[in-house]
C-alpha cells in the first residue's frame, strides 16, 4: 500500500518551467514504477512519464519529450517532473501513479494538481 501526494501545480506563462512532486508514503517507492499523466478537459488520461522501479532511465509521451524530465529520489521517496518550455496545451491536471513491481496497471493515484499554462 503506497499513498501519493503530488505538488508543484501552478499557474504559469508559456515557455516557462515548473517541477511538480510524487510524495510516496508508505511502502518504499523504490517497489513501484512512478508515472505521471495528465487529464485535460474533453480528453482521456494522457499518459506522460513513466521510471521503472529498478532503472534511472524514463519512458516519455512523444508529446512532452525532450520538455519534460521525469527522475526519481527513492531516499526521499519522491518522484520529480521537471517541465520545461510549457504551453497551452499542457494545462490540465496531473496525477502521479504506482504500479507494484511486476504489475501490469497503476494501482495507486494521487489527487492531483492543476498546471494552467496561460498564452
Known amino acids: 500500500q503506497v499513498q501519493l501526494t503530488e505538488s508543484g501545480g501552478g499557474v504559469v506563462y508559456t515557455g516557462d518551467s515548473l517541477r511538480l512532486s510524487c510524495l510516496a508514503s508508505?511502502?518504499?517507492?523504490?517497489?513501484?514504477?512512478m508515472g505521471w499523466f495528465r487529464r485535460t478537459p474533453g480528453k482521456d488520461r494522457e499518459f506522460l512519464a513513466d521510471?521503472?522501479?529498478?532503472?534511472?532511465?524514463?519512458d516519455y509521451a512523444p508529446s512532452v519529450e525532450g520538455r519534460f524530465t521525469l527522475t526519481r529520489d527513492n531516499a526521499k521517496n519522491t518522484a520529480y517532473l521537471q517541465m520545461d518550455n510549457l504551453r497551452p496545451d499542457d494545462t490540465g491536471v496531473y496525477y502521479c501513479?504506482?504500479?507494484?513491481?511486476?504489475?501490469?496497471?497503476?494501482?495507486?493515484w494521487g489527487q492531483g494538481t492543476q498546471v494552467t499554462v496561460s498564452s
Open positions: 521510471i521503472r522501479e529498478s532503472s534511472d532511465m524514463a
Open positions: 501513479g504506482a504500479m507494484p513491481a511486476g504489475g501490469v496497471k497503476y494501482v495507486y
Open positions: 508508505g511502502r518504499p517507492s523504490n517497489y513501484y514504477t
